[in-house]
Nanobody, 124 residues
Framework: QVQLVESGGGLVQAGGSLRLSCAASGRTFSSRAMGWFRQAPGKEREFVAAISWSGGTTYYADAVKGRFTISRDNAKNTGYLQMNSLKPEDTADYYC?????????????????WGQGTLVTVSS
């Protein structure tokens, strides 16, 4: 069973950058697709980005395309979300999740395990 722990959240000014990490325990992480989601106060959880087990396929939400980059290092059992040009509307709890297929992640499908989340706050 894979367990996920996010880190790297914090307070940053608009226009700044943060890199979130998602550390996985368990030997099956390298065979799992991974995604990042976020939930702002009073809003539903939304898809942010996804990456296949090999790193060869990625998907992004339109709201973050060109500003965020998802990546992974299977040797370190860790996934990343590099966030640049942050905006106040990016403020949210960010969650990583692992699943069996990258294709379904944008729709929230095939996800097996979630992390506990890390808070990102972008000030204007």
């Amino acid at each position: 069973q894979v367990q996920l722990v996010e880190s790297g959240g914090g307070l940053v000014q608009a226009g700044g950058s943060l890199r979130l990490s998602c550390a996985a325990s368990g030997r099956t992480f390298s065979s799992r697709a991974m995604g990042w989601f976020r939930q702002a106060p009073g809003k539903e959880r939304e898809f942010v980005a996804a990456i296949s087990w090999s790193g060869g396929t990625t998907y992004y939400a339109d709201a973050v395309k060109g500003r965020f980059t998802i990546s992974r290092d299977n040797a370190k059992n860790t996934g990343y979300l590099q966030m640049n040009s942050l905006k106040p509307e990016d403020t949210a709890d960010y969650y990583c999740a692992a699943g069996t297929s990258v294709v379904g992640i944008p729709q929230g499908k095939y996800l097996e395990v979630w992390g506990q989340g890390t808070l990102v706050t972008v000030s204007s």
